[in-house]
């Protein structure tokens, strides 16, 4: 039996990505099928059945499966995860109440912050102290942990966090709490913060730990039960799971952390751009992920996508931060807006439009899917346009119904603004562009980015179809569609490598490092690493430094045998346009441990036949209504180059672009659009 068929599986909000690469067979196949939200593991599965049956691939011939899951996110959101009980240093309980004592807007009278995850009275304190050196202070009261945790048991709670003060420095009071109640209380979910994120900062580290508790059970019982389909397809292979800063890792380590599960969805479509991008030769693009809920959109320079160490979750308000819940951990550094093919399309009480975040998902989905939807969505309004054939609707097998859709615009849009079909249209999609252009421009300014200087690498199943506008509102003059754009996110999970983000806090002022300590510390990490990924990792190093007396840090690659001021003071510079006088700290040691990616090919061998489908009126903006050639993108031929306006159709999406583009078929049948 040889094992060499991968498949990636994406579960959206609205449909389920699936993408089988057999580097054997020279086989790239993907698949598309709406999300059943009441049990997303069931659309994984039939998703996988299907793929296997259209590809005859024996379930003993799949070498692994790599899957990202929203999961987290959306427990977080509609608050449905286990009951949790903190348990903290005695004289802290307060600390997740307390978080950072300001308001996340001073403007507004009523802003409340978003809930914490554990109540207070289930916040217990337990004598017992560390000093901020690791030396013990105070023994630990033994007797009291499990007095606390069984009155905790008693009032409910289903899962454990513990946060001990300055356990980032030592966590041998910590652990002798896993081991007592190991024994007193075996099925207890424990999480230690020092396990999930041993840094310094006493809030947030509590924060982390809580949110890893609170989901804990509800992952673990999801990855057992996807386990258990595949074993029942007969797949045995591992089973991998992304990580939010785009790495994989095992289910056990998914299991024990799901925390870092958080991103896992989105950071697989940004890893995606970034295969593309190096494919294509592009240092710089912008990537969008457009689907049926959100559109995502990241930068990636370097061939790289750009990654944080800090994250908000479960924001009040998506757009203000200090309105969520502070998590420490890696992450692919995106902006998420509520504009997808399914957001919803109304106008508000001022009669002014508004598009999402509401959104239609799927179930019941947009007007034109005929499952019950009622509310115009940017999926109808792209289909009054033009830019969608309903007879073509992924491959045929969803037929979209047209007129229902004019019906729902008109009604709901056109009538009460005084707009004609087609206006009420082209205004859905304005708005919904520059929705997604607003945001993409301050996720840029915030790193000191002109978009003008990126290619737009599209993707999503309406991400291409959108990709032209938002481009001209951002004067970005190349788009770049890869082939499979329509699950893109299922490709980023085949290619993303196996990673381990780990990090330490050594607080020091970088004239005084010990730096003995520091290579323990390293040591340690890299043992930790070798022990979730095997043998063969590639090792990378960095560090937090700050300005002594500065709040926030920025992360520098370790040089060898260089100057770290030095390479801190040039990335300063780089982020900030200046250097200061003074002396710099370091706060946190980082460790990067990955194993090689895999290197799968997005392109197909041409089919025969005429790749022209025939024409179509599209509405283009600030072109208004045109005849547009129609093309087959399984029958294009490497190397052609064509002019707009022009449709590409390929079964799970669809892009457009006006009579200002010239497009290039690439070796694989990527589409380069130039605009101007």
């Known amino acids: 039996m040889s094992r060499t068929a991968r498949i990636g599986v994406d579960v959206g909000g609205t449909f389920t990505d699936l993408l089988l690469h057999d580097p054997a067979r020279g086989l790239t196949w993907p698949g598309k099928l709406p999300t059943t939200p009441h049990a997303p593991h069931d659309a994984i599965t039939a998703g996988i059945t299907r793929l296997l049956a259209e590809t005859g691939t024996d379930p003993g011939d799949v070498a692994g499966v790599v899957h990202g899951t929203t999961l987290v996110t959306n427990t977080l959101l509609e608050r449905t995860g286990a009951v949790v009980g903190l348990l903290t240093t005695d004289g802290f309980r307060d600390t997740l109440e307390m978080a950072r004592e300001i308001r996340f807007d001073p403007t507004d009278l009523h802003a409340r912050p978003a809930p914490p995850l554990v109540p207070r009275h289930l916040c217990r304190g337990v004598p017992g102290r560390l000093t901020a050196d690791g030396t013990e202070l105070t023994p630990l009261d033994e007797d009291a942990v499990l007095a606390q945790v069984a009155d905790l048991l008693a009032h409910g709670v289903e899962a454990l966090a513990v946060a001990l003060l300055h356990a980032y420095r030592d966590d041998r009071h910590e652990r002798r709490v896993r081991e007592l109640l190991a024994r007193a209380h075996p099925g207890l979910p424990v999480t230690l913060s020092s396990a999930v994120t041993p840094v310094i900062g006493e809030y947030e580290r509590a924060s982390t730990a809580c949110l890893n508790a609170y989901v804990q059970p509800l992952v673990a019982h999801y990855l057992d039960a996807l386990r258990a389909g ?80 800090d994250f908000e979750a479960g924001r009040v ?185 780990l990090a330490r806090s050594l607080p020091s002022p970088l004239s005084e490092v010990d730096w003995k300590r520091v290579a323990a510390l390293y040591g340690e ?118 002019t707009g306006p022009a449709v590409f159709e390929e079964r799970e999406s669809s892009c457009s672009f006006g009579p200002d583009c010239r497009i290039r078929v690439g070796d694989d049948l990527t589409l380069f659009a130039d605009i101007g």
Do not use: N
């Open 230 to 309: 595949l074993t029942t397809l007969g797949i045995e292979a591992p089973l991998h799971i992304m990580l939010s800063g785009g790495g994989v890792t095992t289910v056990e380590d998914a299991k024990a952390f799901p925390v870092r599960l958080l991103e896992s969805g989105p950071a697989a479509g940004a890893i995606a751009a970034a295969a593309v991008a190096r494919r294509a030769g592009e240092p710089d693009v912008l990537s969008f992920d457009m689907g049926g809920t959100t559109a995502k959109i990241a930068i990636v320079s370097g061939g790289e996508p750009r990654r944080k160490h």
């Open 317 to 501: 308000d998506k757009f203000k931060p200090g309105s969520g819940l502070p998590v420490k951990l890696t992450v692919v550094d995106l902006i998420e807006i509520g504009s997808g093919g399914g957001s919803i399309a109304a106008p508000d009480p001022l009669g002014l439009l508004k598009v999402g975040p509401r959104s239609a998902g799927s179930v019941p989905g947009p007007v034109a899917y005929g499952r019950g939807g009622e509310q115009p969505t940017v999926t109808d309004a792209d289909v009054v346009l033009g830019y969608l054939d309903p007879d073509a609707f992924l491959g045929g097998e969803l037929r979209l119904r047209a007129a229902e859709a004019r019906k729902a615009v008109a009604r709901d849009v056109g009538d009460p603004l005084g707009l004609d079909e087609t206006g009420a249209a082209a205004g859905i999609v304005e708005v919904a562009t520059a929705s997604m252009a607003a945001a993409a421009r301050m996720h840029l300014a915030e790193h000191g980015r002109d978009p003008a200087g990126f290619a737009l690498v599209a993707f999503g199943g309406a991400g291409p179809v959108h990709a032209y506008g938002l481009a001209k509102q951002l004067k970005i003059r190349r788009v770049i569609v890869p082939m499979r754009a329509g699950v893109m996110s299922a490709y980023g999970f085949l290619v993303a490598a196996p990673t381990v983000d």
């Open 525 to 642: 990490m890299a043992e930790q690493a070798a022990a979730v990924l095997g043998p063969g990792v590639r090792l990378r190093r960095s560090a937090d430094l700050r300005y002594l007396g500065q709040g926030a840090a920025l992360e520098v690659g370790l040089p060898e045998g260089g100057d770290l001021r030095e390479a801190f003071e040039v990335a300063y510079r780089e982020a900030f346009g200046r250097t200061l006088d003074g002396p710099v700290e370091v706060v946190d040691w980082r460790l990067t441990a990955d194993l090689p990616g895999h290197d799968v090919g997005l392109g197909c061998a041409p089919a025969d036949g005429d790749p022209r489908r025939g024409e179509r009126e599209v509405h283009f903006p600030g072109h208004g209504r045109v005849r547009a050639t129609v093309w087959d993108r399984y029958r294009l031929r490497p190397g052609t180059e064509l």
